[in-house]
């Protein structure tokens, strides 16, 4: 029976307010606070870093904080991020010169660790790291942006990357991120993810915990 993990990205909350929104989707239902990094470099899009991290900590926000970097350099925020409070961290293989050596650092500082496939991007990173990822994430849109459209053949590489964790005997967490919505969840957990990042399907309605609740009946049917 797998375990379905619903992580909203707080990029679609509400920034002056960030604190009490991320309080209020935790005891809406999430399991885990999706954090997208963005540095104008990697992605078009600039975002936050290691200190809004720590300041959801002092806030007293508890749940797993799962650090999507999209940045370039990896490495040198490593640290600051595990510092900050940071659960897991994930990165996009194009943007590391050193794929092993940042999915090392990572686990040295103490958090799980993945890799960032885009849309476009090939499995073949996956080839010799399958037993150093703690977490792989799928991208169903071009990363920088929230609001966007899911990209169908994500499905299918979502069924190639479950086969590939099952061969592995791993306990290996199979994310997606881009255009996740009630709608849809049923059939991207039918392709194989077992953790859902969704922003907009649920920073942009009021009632944070009737979508949380209806993405959880689609994932029990
Ligand atoms: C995009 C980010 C996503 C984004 C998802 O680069 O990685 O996490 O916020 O937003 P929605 O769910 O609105 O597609
Ligand atoms: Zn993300």
Known sequence: QPEFLIAPSILSADFARLGSDVERV????????????????YVPNLTFGPMICEALR??????????HLMIKPVDSLIPSFAKAGADI??????ASEHIDRSLALIKEHGCEAGLVLNPATPLHYLDYVMDKVDQILLMSVNPGFGGQSFIPNTLDKL???RERIDASGRKIRLEVDGGVKVDNIAEIAA???????????????????SVIDAMRSELAK
């Open 26 to 41: 935790i005891n809406a239902g999430a399991d885990v606070v999706h954090f997208d990094v963005m540095d104008n470099h």
């Open 58 to 67: 002092g806030y007293g926000i508890t749940a797993p904080i799962d650090v």
């Open 89 to 94: 961290i994930t990165f996009h293989p194009e």
């Open 159 to 161: 069924k190639q990357v």
């Open 191 to 209: 392709a194989g993810a077992d953790m859902f990042v969704a922003g907009s399907a649920i920073f942009n309605q009021p009632d944070y915990k």
